[in-house]
């Protein structure tokens, strides 16, 4: 069997049954949303309109919303571009495990204070909360556009998680991206908030199933968990491609963990999860709880790892896995899986989507223009941008795009989170540092070719650090140094 397997009909019809029935469901479940009881009756006090289109009415119980933050948390990142890295570095790629870890307890301790702080103000977006701690709309149209744009990127990988399963099933040229980006128009126009909610539920379920499938049955076929991880060592060509992490990587692993562990939840789309949900107490449960998905993701992971051992040998790492289904599994399965991962794409996708629309119509565009139709034309330009990531971006692995999202949404950390602390910071100290991290964390990323850490020092001495981070640092100094300097300057103003 070669190392490029193909798809039959089978796979492709059992792959159109189950990612059309989730379409269908997603765009016709306002029509009978009333199955969300506790989401209709907050909704029919609520006012109508969009905030039931963009926060589903804010009535969304522990279950659902533990479906809905985990589907829009773990995306096609976690099923497509984690598993592609590991094949494609080895161990490294392995860093996505501890940041879920390590994001959990903030989640647990800082969300339910912005929840709390956003339903007592009405507000719908982390741009929202920032206009009314500081009074200042140039510093909320900062934290506006910066999670629209950080958004964008993120958006184009769950495009390229859709692209790929279906490039697998054999349609050629560019109809795999057109299929993928009109599904997830549709499907957010019509459903809004709704239909990722409900259908987070058959994400997760098929997801569970395809991937308990291949971590146990992959590896009987492969000889076994010990026998993969010597066939792993043995790896000459790729000399990192190891399940132990070279010294060299180590600093770039933790610092990748812990920005991406501070940015996750600063994103429009997981943001809004959190808001949509009925109670604080419903957040503080879904932060107890959410540590399930990372235990799957560990597994998840470990798909690159096996792919190496199968055989497979593509240069396209984002299809590591299609490729790998279809060489171990018959094509039905191969069929139903693809249709998880292309559900996993979907359902963040459109929650990102409504995020950054909930962004532009509180917070961009004049208040006139707030309606519906408004916010279902700004997520279908959102994804327009999110296209023009897909195909002008020359990022090296699908992850990238990610990463490159966290860097920019990584910069609203002062604000929103810092802002929460007694210390009071000035609006303008919190601009200034939004513009020199900014500055600094988007040029490091393009004399970088993309690439997520930069190297810091000189020679043998310098190290690899996530970039996102390194503009963070130099974001709260900025702030830090501008607040010390104006409140020296008030007491020099007093004093005279």
Known sequence: MNGVPSADTVALVVFVLFFGVTIVAGTTVTHWKKWFSSSAKKSADAHHGTEDWGLGGRGFGAWVTWF??????????????????????????????????????FIFLVMPKLWK??????????????RARFSSRTLELAVAFSGLIAVMPYIALQLIGIRTVVQALGLPGDAPLIIAFFSLAAYTWLGGLHAPALTAFIKDVMIYIAVIAAVTLIPMHLGGYGHMFEVMDSFVPLPD??????SGQMVPYATLALSSALAAFLYPHTLTGILA?????????????????????GLIAMLGMMAHVAGIDTKVSSMVVPYLFLKLFPDWFAGFAFAAIAIGALVPAAVMAIGAANLLTHNILPKRLESVRTSQIAAFGVKLGALLCVLFLNAKFAIDLQLLGGVIILQTFPALILGLLKVRFSSAAMLAGWVVGNIVGLSMCWADGLKPVHALGMGEHSMLVSTGLIALVVNIVVVCACSVFAFG????VAAE
Do not use: C, M, W
């Open 68 to 105: 809905l933050v985990g589907g829009d948390f773990y995306t096609a990142y976690t099923v497509i571009a984690v598993p592609a890295l590991v094949y494609a570095v080895g161990a490294y790629g392995f860093f996505a495990l501890p940041y879920t870890i390590i994001v959990y307890p």
């Open 117 to 130: 702080i956003a339903n007592e103000g009405g507000h719908a977006t982390a741009a929202d909360i920032i």
């Open 241 to 246: 491609a190891t399940h132990v992490l070279p």
């Open 489 to 492: 300057r008030s007491r020099t």
């Open 277 to 297: 949900a009925k109670s604080a107490d419903t957040v503080k449960q879904n932060a107890v709880f959410l540590p399930i998905y990372t235990i799957v993701l």
